[in-house]
């Protein structure tokens, strides 16, 4: 670079950062967290915790470790719904008026909003939606995975979790109908994976029914009990998610489970 050119350069560089000196020191101070938007992310995402309430145990939080998440058809046009209150509500923020982080985190908010409705419009007049797709069971998913992964995930501090634990065993034959349902709502609607995929999807999920692998992944053995709780906790209450094995001081969960998952693998 010769001598002319050095010179030029240096004054452009020198320019430009006295017009970012400039515009800096112009420019008006960033307003402070936008309490409002907060509150509704805040809000949103305990509703989703609410109805997945399995993300609730797997986030350590008290109070979600009794259910499972409701797929009747009533529930999804219910999360459903709430997407168009959810955007009307995210856009009547001003962009202009929140500082730099919150401007960001409305927009990534409201482009995963638009995303939902876009993934939803596939599916007019059918209980499915960005949350609850239409392809329940594969090899990568499905209760076959996500019931015994739910297991790892539970406290059991003392009695109160036990019983927790033993009611949403109550919900496993609920769970599979609905899947079942949802399963059989696709296929008449044409939605239906590439059968190469799902060859193997029901023996996988008849061997975790009944005789589950420990080596695969959120898996469990018959020999894998729930960890040993407090003194507290009720006498030999050692339990199988699925097949229901469970003996416990205070009752049973219902016999019907394990025929269930049977049936439905």
């Keep these: 670079m010769d001598r002319q050119a050095a010179l030029s350069f240096a004054r452009l560089a020198l320019a430009c950062f006295a017009l970012g000196w400039a515009a800096a020191a112009g420019a008006a101070p960033e307003p402070d967290r936008n309490a409002a938007l907060h509150a509704l992310f805040e809000r949103e995402f305990l509703n989703l915790v609410e109805e997945a309430p399995e993300l609730g145990s797997y986030f350590g939080l008290d109070g979600y470790d009794d259910r499972v998440t409701d797929l009747a058809p009533e529930a999804i046009a219910r999360r459903n719904a709430r997407i168009d209150r959810v955007k009307a509500e995210i856009e009547r923020f001003d962009p202009a008026k929140l500082n730099r982080q919150d401007r960001i985190s409305r927009e990534v908010f409201l482009e995963r909003v638009q995303r939902s409705l876009r993934e939803r419009s596939f599916y007019p007049g059918l209980p499915f939606g960005p949350s609850d797709g239409w392809m329940r069971v594969s090899s990568q998913g499905g209760p076959q995975f996500t019931l015994p992964f739910i297991v790892r ?15 949403r065993l109550d919900a496993v034959p609920r ?91």
């Design 153 to 167: 995930a539970t406290r059991f501090r003392g009695p109160a979790d036990y019983e927790n634990y033993l009611k």
């Design 175 to 265: 769970v599979l109908s609905q899947v079942t349902d949802l399963m059989s709502v696709g296929m008449r609607a044409g939605w239906m994976p590439p059968a190469a995929a799902m060859t193997k999807v029901a023996a996988r999920s008849r061997s975790e029914c009944i005789r589950p692998s420990p080596r695969s992944s959120g898996s469990w053995s018959r020999s894998t009990s729930p960890p040993a709780a407090t003194s507290s906790a009720p006498p030999r209450c050692l339990a199988d998610p699925l097949t229901t094995r469970t003996s416990c001081a205070r009752r049973r969960p219902p016999r019907s489970t394990p025929k269930r998952c049977t049936r439905w693998a």
